[in-house]
Every structure is written in structure tokens, then in C-alpha cells.
């Protein structure tokens, strides 16, 4: 069945260090991609998303581009601060079941001061 | 405009007893879903109702679960009789269609069972 796959954490960065946490999904179908992040003690928060091959979603300083050629929506953010630890997840929402959106694992980022 | 509620926050029972978790979807919105992570592991889909009918429910682990709508508003999972695998967060999100549009989610709740 379709599937995603995220870099495994926990990743743990300095203040103001490149981020990347790498995205792939199975491609039996044309999905919207989105990557949601669910800060300490909260719920799940859209944070970007991206609709069609070679759109670009991005919010607070993240983004993450469909990328259809490479299966790929990796999150990248130049320079990340203490408050963007949280978990990070990467999900494909195919139109063909409903919707619903078919999660990774997850990431944890940790950000050091 | 009111977020999606999900109630309780969280939840311990033992194992053989009976939980019911609640979820009120924001007002106006005909889809609701539910999702589960286990023990850190991903979110995985449970069910998906559209207005009170049950649109998808691939997800469901086994009949231990009952989901319900009654009204197409508010929704309730219960597990009967709860199982110790079954502890983990248990999230609600509601959409306004159910095209490839965003879902707003619940803050969760968290089931321990002993």
C-alpha cells in the first residue's frame, strides 16, 4: 500500500544550524504533500504544504518542495531556532482514498542553544 | 472560530476495561477522522467518517473498536475491552471536504492501560 518514509531521528542541532529531515512517499498515485509538526504538549499543526510536482510550500521559515521525478518532499529550514523543537511529520494525502492522510514516523528535532 | 476538541486528555485504565474517547469536530465540517500512535511509532489512520457514515474504516486494528457519529457531529471511539497494546495517542481531525485539503487536529488523547 502507499507509504512514506522520513529520516529517523531524534536529530539534534544548534541554534541556527541547517536543517534538513529527508521525505520520500510511494508514487501510486499524484498526491498534495504536507508536513505537519506537533510541538511539546500539543496537537498535530499543518506547517506547509504542497499541491502538484515542483510547488513549493513553506511557512516560518521551512520549507519543502514537491519534488515528483525523485518521489520526494524534503523539509529544510536555514537556520533553526530552540523553539523549533518538536516532531516533524511528513504525510501524502492521496484525492482517490478520501483524503486521509498516510503518515511517516515522524522526526524529533531537538535545537540547542 | 473553535479548534477540534478531543476529550480526555488523558486516560488510564486497566487492562479488560472499557474507554470511551470523544472528538468534536469543528462545526461545519463534514469529515472526521481518527488516528493512533503507538509506543512513538507513526500515526496511523483508524477511520474516516463523512458526515455519520462511516466512509473508510480500513483502519480499524480489530472489533474491539467501535467508532460512532450519531448526528454527524460529535464523535466517540470506544475500546471494549481495552488491551495493553492499545495505550497510545488517539487524534481526531475534521476537514471541510474531503478532496486533498488540510485537517485540523485535536491536541490528542492519551490512553494508558495497565
Known amino acids: 500500500g502507499d507509504s512514506v518514509t522520513q529520516m529517523e531521528g531524534p536529530v539534534t542541532l544548534s541554534e541556527e544550524a541547517f536543517l534538513t529531515i529527508n521525505c520520500t512517499y510511494t508514487a501510486t498515485g499524484y498526491p498534495s504533500l504536507f508536513w505537519y509538526v506537533q510541538y511539546p504538549g500539543e496537537g498535530l499543526q499543518l506547517l506547509l504544504k504542497?499541491?502538484?510536482?515542483?510547488d513549493k510550500g513553506s511557512n516560518k521559515g521551512f520549507e519543502a518542495t514537491y519534488r515528483k521525478e525523485t518521489t520526494s518532499f524534503h523539509l529544510e529550514k536555514g537556520s533553526v531556532q530552540v523553539s523549533d523543537s518538536a516532531v516533524y511529520f511528513c504525510a501524502p494525502s492521496y484525492l482517490n482514498q478520501g483524503g486521509k492522510l498516510i503518515f511517516g514516523q515522524g522526526t524529533e528535532l531537538s535545537v540547542k542553544p | 472560530e473553535a479548534g477540534v476538541t478531543q476529550f480526555p486528555s488523558h486516560s488510564v485504565i486497566e487492562k479488560g476495561q472499557t474507554v470511551t474517547l470523544r472528538c468534536d469536530p469543528i462545526?461545519?465540517?463534514?469529515?472526521l477522522y481518527w488516528y493512533r500512535r503507538v509506543m512513538g511509532k507513526e500515526i496511523k489512520f483508524l477511520l474516516h467518517f463523512v458526515k455519520e457514515s462511516k466512509q473508510d474504516e480500513s483502519g480499524m486494528p480489530n472489533n474491539r473498536f467501535l467508532a460512532e457519529r450519531t448526528g454527524g457531529t460529535y464523535s466517540t471511539l470506544k475500546v471494549q475491552p481495552a488491551e495493553l497494546e492499545d495505550s497510545g495517542v488517539y487524534f481526531c481531525a475534521s476537514s471541510v471536504s474531503s478532496g486533498a485539503n488540510v485537517l485540523t487536529f485535536g491536541a490528542g488523547s492519551r490512553l494508558t492501560v495497565l
Open positions: 504542497a499541491t502538484k510536482a515542483d
Open positions: 462545526s461545519g465540517h463534514d469529515n
